[in-house]
T-cell receptor
């Protein structure tokens, strides 16, 4: 049981390049989330998904797209990277239900855009 | 705007000192409350959570938190900190019925001197 895993761990992009971050969970969780963490700002929700095939915008969705084609995977895409997207990206998952909102986090992806 | 506020950005303590980290939120209605910890270079881990019942919640590693509804607060406490408690601490809130979307505070960096 690996929990939540993220690929890759580190990446450096040039402005304008694209990339996809992969999040995978093996806990059969319904909900999955993408956050970015920036110094002094805590974690901010980018996009989230409440089930396979469904996605929704979070607090800071601009410049990102997501897909949830399989229940266990949640992909975060940057179509045209910008220096403002330099950040640490965390994926999380949780079960559905009003009493089970504990989120389990992945190890993070450190992205630098030059 | 609805938010979560952590008043201390950086706290420095000596070992064996007592710790209290403040957290206030501005949501009305029913909320679920969490404290997460991020040790250097690691991903977020759940310290403790409050869903309902006894407002004094005990978590892992000797941490506890008290939910005071009238003050919209969920402060984290530990009677005697250790060097290994050096980490960043995040308070987070889910408003009931919001699909599991966690709203994080800005984080408090705790440095414990040996």
């Amino acid at each position: 049981n690996a929990g939540v895993t993220q690929t890759p761990k580190f990446r450096v992009l040039k402005t304008g390049q694209s990339m996809t971050l992969l999040c995978a969970q093996d806990m059969n969780h319904e909900y999955m989330y993408w956050y970015r963490q920036d110094p002094g700002m805590g974690l901010r929700l980018i996009h989230y998904s409440v089930g396979e095939g469904t996605t929704a915008k979070g607090e800071v969705p601009d410049g990102y797209n997501v897909s949830r084609l399989k229940k266990q995977n949640f992909l975060l895409g940057l179509e045209s990277a910008a220096p403002s997207q330099t950040s640490v990206y965390f994926c999380a998952s949780s079960t559905s239900g009003s009493t089970s909102y504990e989120q389990y986090f992945g190890p993070g992806t450190r992205l630098t855009v030059t | 705007a609805q938010s979560v506020s952590q008043h201390n950005h950086h706290v420095i303590l000596s070992e064996a000192a007592s710790l209290e980290l403040g957290c206030n939120y501005s949501y009305g209605g029913t909320v679920n409350l969490f404290w997460y910890v991020q040790y250097p270079g690691q991903h977020l881990q759940l310290l403790l959570k409050y869903f309902s019942g006894d407002p004094l919640v005990k978590g892992i590693k000797g941490f506890e938190a008290e939910f005071i509804k009238s003050k919209f607060s969920f402060n984290l406490r530990k009677p005697s900190v250790q060097w290994s408690d050096t980490a960043e601490y995040f308070c987070a809130v889910i408003k009931y019925g919001q699909g599991g979307k966690l709203i994080f505070g800005q984080g408090t960096e705790l440095s414990v001197k040996p």
